[in-house]
């Protein structure tokens, strides 16, 4: 393993005085020129690269999988997945390592992050970077009409690289359902006319807090408070009206909103069950990707509200201590590919949406994508619609802190 | 043995009391304000003014007294009712590989059988109950925590009842209680009120270590406790992993104020014992021969533990047909199909996974043999006896919260640049393997009679002798047992393989914890049959080796 050139100095300076400098940023914001990336990929082989990732899901842990594969087959790159089953467990452990001064060789190489973490590890300077768009698939990005270089607003810097689209959808079972609710307030009607047989994850869950923001945005609708901090706005103001709907919801919720399912797999799991009827979902090829593998009656579809629906990118970023910087790059790029993110969109895989723009990608790639079946619950890319921005990460704090002080606990 | 008398009892002490010790203050620390993370401070104040602290405060006490008192009672009635029966030799070998089934696994079958949309209310629709969909009930994760309670007391029972039938062979309770037949009392009523209470004075700190489990138990408590708010055990997990990482000290506080809280519970465990003993004593004075409620009492001990092991066994057997389930909907009995898919999606990942686990397990396991054997040696050869201390400290790594030292102890191994991995697992796991290893073969060690020792000196041998010619074959199926014991103990650990081993090392535990963070059943159920499968092998092996090796001496095939 002998690595050369300047990166080699980059990523010495990045082990080095983690926090204080980061690394080089000269040679990394300014985009890798072929040379480098050429280091990048010979520092990589031979290096095993610890991605810490949700392992809730039986799906995205064998794309991970397969992964850990092709860039073993490629690029001389081990990929081990360590499964989480909270993000936040992989960001507690490079805040031990930095509160226990160990600023290199760390275990955690890459994380799957978002929102919250992501803000959460950049405010306490944890993470290296920039180096997202130095990556040679950056180039077919789509960051005119995807929302990749924000991540709740933040703005991304390079510290993250983007590898999957998600957007709000609703779940229901046509055969139970046959006249979905389009709009919050009429969610609210046919929760009433039908009882019990809605819920959603319970807050702290991203998805419930992603349930109140969706229900605040389309009660609300388009307000630009919700870009900013939640202090610079009139809170009061800006959600009576999603107190009230959560307030005339919850008696009409599944076990009258005295227990909440913990996660959306098991939100799909009361589908399945017949316990509820409609369910909400971050991922629009989850429906059909939970159909194909038996988790959801083949009569389940999915739907978008008439006003729209909140949408984000996931994230890989790398910690400022990782031991496999070079290897966590060349990973974060093989995500980027269009075999991969062709792959990830296929619902029988995973469903996921592609980062990529359709008008960037050779003609061959297109046609890769062109020739997906997307499942028979997944809508296409005109029905779903312009993703919503989702709002500043301080009022997902504030409407989640909210919510648990007056339903979470108050059995 | 040419070691000094003294160090492999020392090393053992160290391994029991080193990392609960330390791990607490590193932990704890930061809720005290020392090493405060970032975030400001007072996280006392914040723990307080968390809305769901009264409630779950008053959560973990109930589940935890009401789980401890109802397995204890359990065990006395299957005890008192049945000992020496066939019903109980049927009870005993329908318990005793429930203690080596993983909580989570358990947990997570009971759920599946008793959920509205569960299997029983499954069998019964629509034909008996005219559910074409569930009924909204709320059975699971009830705000009064009783699935929680009904989750433990089954997981507690097959423990309990062990070291009752350990603790039968060092008392003269069954000659006690045959006394109190010829007096005139009925089995169940002279067995309580004679036997029992030497029974107790033996089994004290493994009540005491069911109860400190059942207040701070996090996986059983997240899959089936209530969740508006969850118990106090869980809402700490929750703020460890919260991304707010100033959570992190007021998560510090609450793992102080769980301590509190145990060691309060454990004060008012013992405050009640004195009550019992108070009342037993009366109600034996009184001379009542009370044989009505005795054939009562008898009825319920059976029904109660027939129904403690058929939870648990059709539990399993529910996981066992999701991980083969096509499409499983209400109100179906059975799945559409079956097929192999989960297992042909999960096997390639699970032979590495399991591979880890046994290792992590033998090690362990065999670590805490050798140590244990060697202290109780060591204690027989220097004639001293461990004082009540003594069986403090061995159970001190069960009688604190885990949650409340095992963050410390993460903390210390990197601020000593220790780098996670299976050694510092296999240590972790040590601490709270040699405590169940030492309970396990403490009894058989001492019941060898001291004068096949004696004879043997007599003929010229030494204390090595004695010791690797007559000690260790005489010892071979309870050292078995011992090893399958602790065997079991490693591969259920989820939080010390988690913490010390950084997420690098994945056994069967973590990804079957983890995979209970999503949702889906089919894969919960082969990781759980693994982990079942793994725990079950060395009792397997324990009791088929014996047999095998002595096949000639009936008297050497133990149990």
């Known amino acids: 393993m002998t690595n050369t050139a ?324 060349v990973v974060a790029d093989f995500l980027m590919s269009p075999e991969a993110q062709a792959r990830a969109q296929d619902p029988a895989v995973l469903g996921y949406g592609t980062v990529l723009s359709m008008d960037k990608l050779p003609e061959e790639s297109r046609a890769t994508f062109d020739a997906l079946d997307l499942g028979p619950a997944t809508l296409s890319p005109a029905e779903l619609g312009t993703a919503q921005p989702e709002p500043h990460p301080s009022w997902t704090t504030r409407l989640t802190e909210e919510w648990v002080k007056k339903h979470g606990v108050t059995e | 043995m040419s070691l000094p008398r003294y160090t492999l009892p020392a090393l053992t002490v160290a391994l029991l009391t080193l990392p609960v010790g330390l791990g607490l203050f590193f932990t704890l620390a930061p809720a005290l304000g020392y090493m405060a993370a970032p975030g400001g401070p007072a996280p006392f104040s914040r723990l307080m003014d968390w809305p769901g602290i009264g409630p779950a405060t008053r959560l973990s006490l109930t589940t935890g007294f009401a789980a401890t008192a109802l397995s204890l009672a359990i065990t006395a009635l299957i005890a008192a009712g049945w000992q020496g029966t ?95 037949t010829t007096l005139g009392y009925p089995r169940a009523i002279g067995w309580l009120l004679v036997a029992f209470p030497t029974l107790y004075a033996q089994v004290r700190l493994p009540v005491y270590v069911v109860l400190a489990y059942s207040m701070s138990v996090v996986d059983v408590a997240m899959i089936l406790g209530p969740n508006t708010p969850p118990t106090l055990s869980v809402q700490i ?94 109100p179906d009995a059975l799945p559409d199909a079956l097929s192999l898919r989960t297992w042909q999606r999960h096997g390639p990942m699970l032979a590495p996974i399991a591979l880890t686990t046994l290792l992590i397990a033998s090690l362990a396991a065999l670590l805490a043999l050798v140590l244990v054997t060697g202290c109780l040696e060591a204690e027989a050869r220097h004639v001293f006896r461990m004082g009540p201390a003594g069986r403090l400290i061995l159970y001190l790594p069960l009688l604190i919260p885990q949650i409340a030292f095992l963050p410390g102890l993460q903390v210390l191994m990197l601020t000593f640049g220790l780098r996670e991995g299976l050694w510092p697992v296999v240590l972790s796991h040590l601490t709270f393997v040699l405590p169940y290893t030492l309970i396990a073969l403490a009894g058989p060690f001492h019941a060898i009679d001291p004068r096949t020792f004696t004879a043997a000196a007599t003929l010229g041998a030494g204390p090595n002798r004695r010791f690797w010619r007559l000690r260790l074959p005489l010892l071979l199926a309870p050292l078995l047992t011992a090893f399958a014991v602790g065997f079991a103990v490693s591969v259920g650990q989820y939080l010390p393989t988690l ?57 050497m095939r133990g149990g």
């Open chain 1, 6 to 329: 300047t990166l080699s100095l980059a990523l010495t300076l990045a082990l080095t005085t983690p926090a204080l400098a980061g690394p080089d940023p000269e040679s990394l914001a300014d985009g890798l020129q072929t040379d480098e990336w050429q280091a990048v990929l010979e520092a990589a082989e031979g290096q095993t690269v610890y991605w810490n990732a949700w392992g809730g899901s039986t799906t995205t842990n064998a794309f991970i999988d397969w992964v850990a594969s092709r860039v073993k087959e490629d690029y001389g790159v081990t990929l081990e997945h360590v499964k989480l089953s909270d993000t936040a467990d992989a960001v507690s452990r490079v805040l031990s390592e930095q509160q226990a001064g160990q600023n290199e060789g760390g275990a955690v190489d890459m994380i799957w992050i978002n929102g919250p973490n992501f803000a959460s590890m950049k405010g306490q300077d944890l993470l290296f970077g920039p180096f997202a768009e130095a990556l040679p698939n950056w180039q077919y990005v789509d960051v005119e009409n995807k929302d990749v270089q924000t991540d709740f607003t933040l703005p991304v810097e390079g510290y993250e690289a983007p590898w999957a689209m998600a957007q709000v959808v609703f779940i229901y079972d046509e055969a139970r359902v046959p006249e979905p609710p389009k709009s919050m307030p009429a969610l609210l009607d046919w929760a009433k006319a039908n009882p019990r047989r809605f819920t959603f994850p319970q807050p702290p869950d991203f998805l419930g807090s992603t349930f109140l923001k969706q229900a605040l945005i389309d009660l609300n609708g388009d307000d630009p408070a919700l870009s900013k901090p939640v202090e610079e706005a009139d809170y009061e103001a800006a959600t009576a009206a999603l107190w009230t709907f959560i307030e005339d919801l919850t008696p009409n919720l599944w076990r009258q909103g005295r227990a909440y399912p913990q996660t959306g797999p098991r939100q799909l799991q009361l589908i399945a069950d017949g316990e509820v009827d409609i369910a909400i979902s971050f991922s629009p090829g989850e429906a059909s990707t939970a159909i194909a593998n038996n988790e959801l009656p083949p009569t389940a579809r999915t739907y978008v509200l008439d006003g729209g629906t909140l949408g984000n990118a996931s994230f890989v970023a790398i910690p400022y201590n990782s031991s496999a910087k070079s290897g966590a790059m």
């Open chain 2, 237 to 330: 997990t929750r703020w460890m992993s919260d991304p707010d990482l100033s959570l992190r000290a007021v998560a510090a506080a609450g793992a102080l104020w769980q301590l509190a809280l145990v060691l309060g519970a454990l004060a008012l465990w013992r405050g009640a014992e004195a009550l019992a003993a108070r009342a037993g004593t009366a109600l034996a004075m009184s001379g009542h021969r009370l044989p009505g409620p005795n054939a009562a009492l008898r009825a319920l001990g059976l029904a109660l533990g027939l129904a403690v092991a058929l939870s648990v066994l059709a539990g399993l057997a529910s996981q066992a047909i999701w991980s083969f389930a096509g499409f499983w909907g209400f």
């Open chain 2, 86 to 180: 066939r019903a109980f030799a049927l009870l005993h070998r329908l318990l005793s590989p429930l203690l080596s089934v993983p909580h989570a696994a358990a947990a997570f079958g009971l759920a599946f059988l008793i959920a509205p949309s569960g299997w029983i209310a499954r069998a019964l629709s629509p034909w008996l109950t005219g559910w074409d969909r569930p009924p909204d009930w709320l059975i699971v994760q009830d705000s009064a925590g009783l699935a929680l309670i009904a989750g433990l007391t089954a997981k507690e029972v097959p423990f309990l009842l062990l070291m009752l039938l350990a603790a039968r062979s060092q008392t003269r309770s069954d000659a006690h209680a045959r006394v109190a």
């Open chain 2, 499 to 555: 913490l010390l081993g950084g997420g690098r090392v994945t056994t069967l535990t973590t990804e079957a914890v983890a995979l209970t963070s999503g949702g889906d059943r089919r894969a919960i159920g082969a990781y759980a049959l693994a982990q079942t499968a793994a725990a079950l092998l060395p009792f397997a092996l324990a009791l088929a080796l014996p047999r095998l090796m002595f096949a000639n001496r009936r008297g």
